[in-house]
């Protein structure tokens, strides 16, 4: 089965659990002076519940004729893609959000922008290091000290 | 009209504003210029700096800057390395690519600078024109109305989607409006579909949504397959052009000037659709002679669409800014920009706000000089940019992503949540489901459903739609636009 049907299967899960919200669990808790009004909560979601159930079948069952286009990246050679690294910097990224609280913006950001450099290939520590801390200390200025926004500079155990 | 302009002038003149729609266009112009990275993301990522400015106006400016830079950045690395940064500027590495293989990539930038300066300035022109009309009509539109004309935007979203891709569309924009209804709207004061989660309370982030929808799947797109960067040092000399060269695109840019931008005012049609019709168009009428240099390095060929997305990129503010609709992605970014800094676009805009709606008129006027007399002197120094080496570059795009949400909620869980749904966006990209609709219509839901809810309050049900004449038009008027694409793809495929 083609990907785009696949994601139509999910969508349409996501849709009759979305519509089943909708139908069958909202309206019990609704005062009864509401019960009167020609729209409830659940009368938008319950329109919407419809016509995505019917645009995702549509696309599962492929009753919308057209002819198949392959976008920038045919996902069906992954293999023939740097998809190791793509999968790394994600992972990469997850970790950073872990982290960013935690350790403070001055580790995680320099660690994620060093790691990622690294992941993509680079392997050139005199540049990559300084451009990190360089980039990291001007965004975390440009952040606290410009824009205002309060942003953790050092790990928890440092203090601030 | 004068009065407004006035107060547009003074605003946009201020010493602060010019300063913001100088940066903005320069920004646009740096990031624009990177394959893979289109205005939305480019937007989505100054969102939050333009937030944090406090002033609307000032705001609006500077992203309207930085839409339009992108536009022209993007044209310059169509041109240098037939990579187009934004799908608008596509056609223009048809013959711009060429030309720079000739050694005429000085005057391929210039023909561009000057198509996008004057596309964007007659566009900005009828914006000013036609932006008080389609005001005053619109005052005398009711929630009805409103609603109606929400759900053929949204329908013509999804006809514009291009053959086959029409239901995916529509499924996208449900699914935007699905999103929207998640958290406690203003309207029932209840928390709906929030699974009992807190962090769920107040819905999801647009910026968020705007930075997993378009930053991070073209980022990662760039990681799995990388686009060839400059390796020449983006070495460019002669950006002059003949009187005879000049007079050759002038009627051209005249035409698709108008051509761009009554395309960017209709719903979904946009900078891609003009720019490629620009083109076809110019291809067509063009003697048979001239016919054949298409492709190959035509100045026509290259001024046609350049003038055309420009245009058609002031065109799309037309509903954004008078009727609240925004007509493609990036103007959809706005809105929620907007919305963040309490203005709401709408026919009352310019009575209530003038400030804001002529400041950002008059600043497209100067965004586009700004562009022209700025950058194009700077174009020689703007292509080394290109020659950042990927593996600085993408770390860099990955983390102003993740900051752009963490700045927007203040929150380190909403990284987690662009991770997940920046997942989900490419996979949804490698199925090739149009993302734009689903930011549309998550941005438009809230107001959509007020005005649906408004409407059912007002006339006790449903029966609105067949009480207000216009609403039922404009109703028939989005079916039609959803059933006749699939039913013509049904035909032509049988």
Not at chain 1, 24 to 41: C, E, K, Q, V
Not at chain 2, 408 to 427: D, P, W
Request: aromatic residues 10%; neutral net charge; hydrophobic residues 55%.
């Amino acid at each position: 089965m083609a990907l785009d049907r696949w994601i139509a299967l999910v969508l349409l899960g996501i849709c009759i659990v979305y519509g089943y919200t909708a139908w069958f669990t909202m309206d019990g808790s609704l005062a009864p002076f509401m019960r009167r009004n020609p729209i409830w909560p659940s009368t938008f979601p319950k329109v919407l519940s419809i016509i995505g159930v019917v645009a995702s079948l549509v696309i599962l069952l492929g009753l919308e004729k057209g002819e198949e286009k392959i976008g920038d990246i045919d996902h069906r050679r992954l293999g023939d893609y740097f998809i190791g690294q793509a999968l790394f910097l994600l992972g990469l990224m997850v970790v950073y959000a872990l982290c960013l609280r935690p350790m403070g913006f001055v580790f995680s950001t320099s660690a994620f922008l060093i790691g990622g450099s690294f992941i993509l290939g680079e392997r050139k520590w005199h540049v990559m290091v300084p451009v990190a801390l360089i980039a990291t200390g001007a965004v975390w200025y440009l952040v606290q000290e410009v824009l205002g926004i309060f942003l953790r500079p050092l790990p928890f155990f440092m203090g601030v | 009209m004068l009065e407004g302009i006035l107060i547009g002038l003074q605003t946009a003149l201020s010493l602060q504003n010019l300063l913001v729609v100088i940066g903005g266009c320069l920004i646009g112009t740096f990031i624009g210029m990177l394959p893979g990275l289109g205005p939305m993301s480019i937007i989505a990522i100054m969102i939050p700096v333009a937030i944090s400015m406090g002033d609307p106006s000032a705001a609006l400016i500077l992203l309207a800057g930085v839409y339009y830079g992108a536009i022209f950045g993007g044209s310059t690395s169509s041109i240098l390395l037939n990579a187009p940064g934004v799908a608008g500027t596509v056609a223009s590495s048809f013959d711009g690519y060429p030309m720079a293989q000739q050694g005429k990539a000085g005057k391929a930038l210039t023909i561009a600078a000057i198509a996008s300066f004057a596309g964007g300035t007659i566009g900005a022109i009828l914006l000013m024109i036609f932006a008080p009309m389609l005001s005053s009509v619109a005052l005398l539109f009711h929630s009805a109305e409103y609603f109606a004309l929400m759900v053929v935007g949204l329908s013509a979203i999804a006809a514009f989607a291009g053959p086959g891709q029409v239901t995916k569309a529509v499924m996208m924009t449900v699914l935007g409006l699905i999103m929207a209804t998640v958290g406690e709207g203003a309207l029932f004061n209840m928390p709906r579909f929030t699974a009992g989660i807190m962090d769920l309370q107040s819905g999801f982030g647009f910026i968020t949504l705007a930075m997993a929808m378009f930053a991070l799947p073209e980022a990662v797109f760039l990681v799995l397959k990388p686009k060839n960067l400059g390796d020449d040092g983006g070495e460019i000399k002669d950006l002059r052009i003949t009187r005879a060269e000049a007079r050759a695109i002038a009627p051209v840019i005249g035409r698709q000037s108008l051509q761009g931008f009554f395309i960017g005012v209709l719903p979904g049609a946009g900078a891609t659709i003009a720019s490629f019709l620009g083109y076809a168009v110019e291809r067509n009428i063009a003697p048979k002679a001239e016919q054949e240099e298409f492709g190959k390095g035509s100045i026509k060929g290259l001024a046609a669409p350049e003038t055309a997305n420009n245009a058609a990129c002031t065109g799309s503010f037309v509903p954004l800014l008078t009727l609240g609709i925004p007509g493609s992605g990036t103007t959809a970014i706005l809105l929620g920009a907007l919305i963040a800094l309490n203005v709401t676009p709408g026919p009352r805009l310019m009575i209530d706000e003038p400030q804001i709606f002529w400041a950002v008129i008059m600043s497209m006027f100067i965004g586009n000089l700004v562009l022209l007399i700025l950058n194009l002197p700077l174009i020689p120094y703007i292509a080394k940019l290109l020659a950042i080496p990927r593996n600085y570059l993408i770390p860099f795009i990955l983390f102003f992503t993740l900051m752009g949400a963490y700045i927007g909620q203040n929150n380190a869980t909403e990284l987690l949540i662009l991770v997940g749904f920046g997942v989900c966006g490419i996979a949804l990209k490698f199925a090739n489901f149009p993302l734009p609709p689903l930011l549309i219509g998550f941005i438009l839901g809230g107001m959509m459903e007020d005005n649906f809810s408004r409407s059912m309050q007002l006339y006790g049900g449903v029966s609105f739609i067949l009480e207000r004449p216009m609403t039922l038009g404009l109703l028939v008027i989005a079916a039609g636009l959803i059933v006749l694409p699939i039913l013509t793809a049904r035909r032509s495929k049988l």
